[in-house]
């Protein structure tokens, strides 16, 4: 008997996993993910993975002032790939390599500037985090979650930022709670 998965059991996972069907054997539901990587079938809350990104997070904050370039900067230079949802001369927006709603993309500037994360922004910032801001907002027009979406800003260690380059997530596609965390 084929039917669809409830969005709330694969909230980590792309939009084009959450039709996938599942078979019923006996009590048990085997999940039918042969293309989908093994973080897709992970279901609920799990404290390891919490753990695993405040330790990435605290790792990451030892260098956070350092020049070097970030996985950002690699992505921006096309070094690395990604799948790009928006882009122009001083914004780049991408989809999240490990998505936390259906829709998940990471809006970056450019240049960083200085701007390894929004608490060290000074008023040279101001116009590079309103476009910031402004292509959040079309990046959700894009993906048709104008209506109902969340934008993200993590700064410090404290609230698991892990990559010292400015970046905004905009999260949607699935109700967002309240309080978020």
Same mark, same amino acid.
């Given at each position: 008997?084929?039917?669809?998965?409830?969005?709330? %059991?694969?909230? +980590?996972?792309? &939009?084009?996993?959450?039709?996938?069907?599942?078979?019923?054997?006996?009590? +048990?539901?085997?999940? %039918?993910?042969?293309?989908?990587?093994?973080?897709?079938?992970?279901?609920?809350?799990?404290?390891?993975?919490?753990? +695993?990104?405040?330790?990435?997070?605290?790792?990451?904050?030892?260098?956070?002032?350092?020049?070097?370039?970030?996985?950002?900067?690699?992505?921006?230079?096309?070094?690395?790939?990604?799948?790009?949802? =928006?882009?122009?001369?001083? *914004? %780049?927006?991408?989809?999240?390599?490990? &998505?936390?709603? &259906? $829709?998940?993309?990471? $809006?970056?500037?450019?240049?960083?500037?200085?701007?390894?994360?929004?608490?060290?922004?000074?008023?040279?910032?101001?116009?590079?985090?309103?476009?910031?801001? =402004?292509?959040?907002?079309? *990046?959700?027009?894009?993906?048709?979650?104008?209506?109902?979406?969340?934008?993200?800003?993590?700064?410090? &260690?404290?609230?698991?930022?892990?990559?010292?380059?400015?970046? %905004?997530?905009?999260?949607?596609?699935?109700?967002?709670?309240?309080?978020?965390?």
């Amino acid at each position: 008997m084929a039917a669809t998965i409830p969005f709330s %059991l694969l909230r +980590n996972c792309s &939009p084009l996993k959450l039709a996938t069907p599942f078979a019923r054997r006996g009590s +048990n539901f085997n999940l %039918l993910l042969p293309l989908q990587p093994r973080s897709c079938y992970r279901l609920g809350f799990s404290t390891h993975a919490t753990n +695993n990104e405040e330790a990435a997070a605290k790792a990451a904050a030892v260098n956070f002032d350092s020049e070097a370039p970030t996985i950002f900067d690699k992505i921006i230079n096309k070094e690395i790939p990604s799948s790009i949802v =928006y882009e122009d001369e001083k *914004v %780049l927006a991408f989809r999240d390599i490990n &998505p936390q709603a &259906p $829709v998940h993309v990471l $809006v970056i500037p450019k240049f960083r500037d200085g701007l390894t994360q929004l608490g060290k922004a000074d008023s040279r910032h101001g116009e590079i985090l309103g476009q910031l801001l =402004y292509a959040a907002k079309i *990046v959700a027009e894009k993906e048709g979650i104008v209506d109902g979406f969340r934008v993200v800003i993590n700064n410090g &260690p404290s609230a698991c930022q892990s990559v010292y380059h400015l970046h %905004l997530h905009v999260l949607g596609g699935r109700q967002m709670n309240w309080p978020p965390g």
